[in-house]
């Protein structure tokens, strides 16, 4: 059976238009408005990211480290995300939900754990911007065997050689960084850059998403 991660984005092919992927951090800043956000706007996305908030976001920026404060000052836990996520996907505009967060989160929590309460839930995929190529060959796998899409990324800085490794072992997504710096920076690079990147790993694997 498909994830539904890879029939969202081979519908927005059909349709000739790229994917409409929204990120929110869970939580932000209650968990009953968050949910309702998500809720909201999700009749006309195809994927949602949910960002797992926490205490030290290294790879985020202002914007989303605020967001985050405010989520943990309100009380989030992991338990409570699983619980917002099940919420979600009952109704019936939800779409696949990817949780995107920190690697420790998930060490502390167990990985196995981790994997189960995120099939439980309803979770389609996973985003962990810490656990890089090689190094998260093992927990991919797991992922792989639960049926949740572990998105691997790709830097502006990755070698060809480097890129055909994590695109052979990618799952139905990979998460292309479009420049060096955190999330929600101003834009640094032109938009032919980000393209030719693109382009890079299109001609590498036409069909990846």
């Known amino acids: 059976m498909k994830n539904t991660i890879d029939i969202a984005f081979k519908k927005a092919n059909k349709q000739n238009r790229p994917a409409l992927i929204s990120y929110t951090v869970c939580g932000d800043n209650n968990k009953k408005t968050s949910l309702e956000?998500?809720?909201?706007?999700?009749?006309?996305l195809d994927i949602v990211e949910w960002g797992v908030p926490h205490n030290c976001p290294t790879a985020d920026g202002k914007e989303i480290q605020n967001s985050s404060y405010r989520a943990l000052k309100n009380g989030i836990k992991l338990n409570d995300i699983f619980q917002m996520v099940k919420k979600y996907k009952n109704n019936k505009d939800s779409k696949p939900l990817i949780l995107m967060g920190y690697y420790q989160m998930i060490f502390n929590y167990g990985e196995k754990k981790f994997i189960k309460e995120c099939k439980k839930a309803g979770v389609n995929g996973l985003i962990v911007v810490d656990l890089s190529y090689p190094d998260n060959k093992k927990f991919s796998q797991l992922c792989k065997k639960n049926s949740i899409c572990f998105v691997q990324l790709i830097a502006p800085t990755t070698n060809i050689k480097r890129m055909k490794e994590i695109i052979k072992i990618s799952h139905e997504m990979v998460y292309m960084i479009s420049m060096i710096s955190t999330t929600g920076s101003?834009?640094?690079?032109?938009?032919k850059k980000i393209m030719k990147n693109y382009e890079c790993i299109k001609k590498i694997n036409p069909t990846k998403n």
């Open 37 to 44: 956000i998500l809720k909201s706007i999700s009749k006309n």
């Open 186 to 191: 101003a834009l640094k690079v032109t938009t």
